[in-house]
Each structure stands twice: as structure tokens, then as C-alpha cells.
């Protein structure tokens, strides 16, 4: 897979995927501009090459739909402060306009394409929205690691219709961190799964059975596993029909020699709100009608007990409710753990991410993927479909 390090960009129209579907408050403003940040070596890097920079990112959920609310003319705005340099806006992602202001750039110049899913050919892969994209570059870049798991036309058929294709800074550092962590670790390689649910990850852990060395598995998904044991916990969620597959895995883990660790405690509410009442019991001792939404403070020690010697951690998924601070100090507890800790630790997933960055443990963290949904496809063993396309020739 080349890189942009790899072709020459000097005087081309250079399209980049970016993914800036950036949070904004009410006025427009951006909350959170990380995506955008993070994105910046590989737009510096081809402006100072001498091309011609085009941008494409779908922000929102307009469902093939032009509205204006999903405009990304607030974030051609910010990338221009960013950059110190004018970013212009086209009126649209396709059509005459958008390829006369293409048509007008030189060297050095930025355009914004309009928001992509405002045609729902975007997540329909359509062909020919597809080959009117592709014909304004001379080179595609994808630097949206976090779309990279869709085959949507902006990932995969627009590459296909472009001559030279790579991939920016962004997309490779991701996809190196995760092979360093999951293909070729410094071990012990612990695995730290959290979230609401066994379904959305079943594939994820089955797949990470024959790569680690031992994992940890919090929030309302161990309740599952735990109820597989015979363990009752009260009224929390639950998957009943995943009971005989958790049941299985635990036998299959043990059978592979890896190590599980499960919550030995939690915090447990009456109710699933802010202000309920909640108290600290053992895994034992959920009261009948109550639930559980945090893991305890044994957990939590047992936890790092867990992490304490590992070299390489991944993790995936929050420990509990950590919206609610009644309920986020399991999942606060392991990213300090994680952060203090001498291993390579990249973390993956919204929440994981947001549970970090409110910790104030960024810093700390060897490498926080940009990604949910493609990084979660990575731990379930698959390729991603923005990945395997910039191998084509």
C-alpha cells in the first residue's frame, strides 16, 4: 500500500477523504476538533508538495438529503484558522460548479467539497456518483481511518476510478499501531473490553482468543458472562441469548490458556438514573431489583492486579456508565491504570476515547484510535474495504 511519501504530487489535483463529521453546538461552533487536528500532517505535507488540495467528508446524517444544518462550511472555516490559509467551500460534492471551481485552482490552493451524504449514492456506493468524484483527481488519498470499515463510494469506488491512490499519514499510523499491538506485540498483550453488549463485540473476542494473553471484560457485557456462571445480577442487563455462547467462550479460553477476568463487585443502582440510590455489593449479592452499572473498588484493584505486568494493551469499551460519576470511577480507575502503565496501550472506541480524554490521561496514552467501527472490524480479524482498495493496482 503506498503512502502519499510514495508518489509525486507536485502540480496534481489531490482528493482527500477526511473524516471531519465533528461535533457543533447550537451557534455552529466545533466542540471538538481532534479529527480535524489529527488530519493536518497529511494536508500540510501535500500543500508543501506544490499540489492542488480537494477535500471530501460526509458529516452527519442528512440521508441523502441537502441539509444545510450538515454544511461543512463550519469546518472549512476552522481548517482555515488551522492552516492559516483560505479554504474555499464548493456548493456540492458533484456537478458543474463544483468542477469549474476545480478546474480553477493552482498549486497551493484548498477546496471543501460539500457535505457527501447529501446524496444518498454515498452510502449506496453508486457507481456514477462514484466515477463524477473521481474525475476531478489525479491522486486519492484516505486519510479517514474511521470510515475505512464501509464500502461507501467516497472509500471505495472513488479509488477505483483514480489513477494513483494512497494512503495519508493518518490511515497508516493507525493501521501500524494496531499491527504492532495485535499481529506482532511485546507480551504479555492484555485485552481490556468493555461496553454494553456481547453481540456487538462476539466477533472481537473470539478472534482475540488466539492473540492475547489474558483479558479483562467489564461494563454491562460481563453481566452476560457472568450470568452464564450461574452468577445472579439482579435486573441488569442481559443478553439471555447469548448465555450458552458466553458459556462456551469461558470454556474456549480456558482451553487456549487464557486467563479471564470478570468483576468480583460492582456499584449497583435501584434505578438507571443520576440520582439513584446505589451501594457497593460483591458479585454475589446484587439485590434482586437492582442493577449493576459500575464495577466496585476489588474489581478495580483486581483490574490492575491484571494489567500491572502487560507490555501491550488494547482496549475497547468503558467499565460502566461513566457519563453518570456515581458510576464513573471503574472506568476512571482503568485509564489511569492504563495511562501509568509501561506498556504500548492504544485504546479504540467513542466511549473509551471520551472516558480518556475526561480522565485528563490523553497525554499518556500511547496511541487513541481515531476509529470505533474500524477498529473494532480490526479486532474481529477482518480487512477494512478502504484498506484493501488502496492495494489495488
Same mark, same amino acid.
Not at 501535500?46 to 460526509?58: G, T, V, W
Not at 485485552?191 to 471484560?217: H, Q, T
Given at each position: 500500500?503506498?503512502?502519499? *511519501?510514495?508518489? =509525486? @504530487? ?6 482527500? *477523504? ?16 481532534? *479529527?480535524?487536528?489529527?488530519?493536518l500532517?497529511?494536508?500540510q ?25 450538515y ?31 476545480? $478546474? ?21 456506493? &453508486?457507481? /456514477?456518483?462514484?466515477?463524477q ?21 467516497? %472509500? ?5 476510478n ?7 499519514? @493518518?490511515?497508516?499510523?493507525?493501521? /501500524?499501531?494496531?499491527?504492532?499491538a ?12 468493555? &461496553? ?49 455462547? $458466553? ?5 474456549? $479460553?480456558?482451553g ?8 468480583v ?15 457497593? %455489593?460483591?458479585?454475589? /449479592?446484587i439485590? =434482586? ?18 494489567? $500491572? ?6 482496549w475497547? &469499551? ?36 471520551a ?16 476509529? &470505533?467501527?474500524?477498529? @473494532? ?17
Open positions: 500500500m503506498n503512502t502519499i *511519501r510514495d508518489l =509525486d @504530487l507536485s502540480g496534481k489535483r489531490v482528493l482527500v *477523504r477526511v473524516d471531519f463529521n465533528v461535533p457543533m453546538d447550537g451557534d455552529k461552533n466545533i466542540t471538538d476538533d481532534i *479529527r480535524i487536528r489529527m488530519a500532517p497529511t494536508l505535507y501535500i500543500l508543501d508538495q506544490n499540489a492542488k488540495l480537494i477535500l471530501c467528508s460526509h458529516m452527519g446524517r442528512p440521508k441523502g438529503q441537502r441539509v444545510m444544518d454544511s461543512l462550511a463550519p469546518v472549512a472555516a476552522h481548517l482555515a484558522d488551522l492552516l492559516g490559509r483560505e479554504v474555499s467551500v464548493a456548493p456540492d460534492c458533484i456537478g458543474k460548479e463544483s468542477e469549474a471551481l476545480v $478546474a480553477a485552482m493552482q498549486p497551493g490552493d484548498i477546496l471543501m467539497l460539500e457535505n457527501l451524504r447529501f446524496h444518498k449514492e454515498e452510502t449506496e456506493n &453508486g457507481a /456514477d456518483f462514484a466515477k468524484i473521481a474525475r476531478m483527481a489525479d491522486v486519492y488519498v484516505n486519510d479517514a481511518f474511521a470510515v475505512s470499515h464501509r464500502a461507501h463510494a467516497s %472509500v471505495v469506488g472513488v479509488p477505483v483514480v489513477a494513483e491512490k494512497a494512503a495519508g499519514f @493518518l490511515l497508516q499510523t493507525e493501521m /501500524d499501531f494496531f499491527h504492532k495485535m499481529d506482532n506485540p511485546v507480551r504479555p498483550l492484555v485485552a481490556l473490553v468493555g &461496553g454494553a453488549k456481547v453481540s456487538s463485540k462476539l466477533g472481537a473476542l473470539e478472534n482475540m482468543l488466539d492473540k492475547v494473553d489474558s483479558m479483562i471484560i467489564g461494563g454491562a457485557m460481563a453481566n452476560t458472562f457472568l450470568m452464564s456462571q450461574g452468577i445472579d445480577v439482579g435486573v441488569s442487563k442481559v443478553e439471555d441469548d447469548l448465555l450458552d455462547t $458466553a458459556r462456551e467462550f469461558v470454556k474456549k $479460553a480456558k487456549k490458556g487464557v486467563k479471564l477476568y470478570f468483576p463487585d460492582f456499584v449497583v443502582a435501584d434505578r438507571f438514573a443520576a440520582d439513584a440510590v446505589t451501594k457497593n %455489593v460483591t458479585c454475589y /449479592d439485590p =434482586d431489583k437492582w442493577m449493576a452499572l459500575d464495577i466496585g473498588p476489588a474489581s478495580t484493584i483486581y483490574f490492575q492486579e491484571a494489567l $500491572a505486568d502487560a507490555r501491550t494493551i488494547v475497547n &469499551g468503558p467499565m460502566g456508565a461513566f457519563e453518570m460519576d456515581a458510576f464513573s470511577r471503574g472506568t476512571f480507575a482503568m485509564c489511569h491504570s492504563v495511562a501509568s502503565s509501561h506498556a504500548l496501550s492504544i485504546t479504540g472506541g467513542g466511549d473509551s476515547n472516558a480518556v480524554k475526561k480522565s485528563g490521561e490523553s497525554a499518556n496514552i500511547s496511541y487513541m484510535s481515531t476509529g &470505533g467501527g474500524a477498529f @473494532l472490524t480490526l479486532m474481529e480479524g477482518k480487512t477494512l474495504p478502504g484498506v484493501e482498495v488502496l492495494r489495488m493496482p
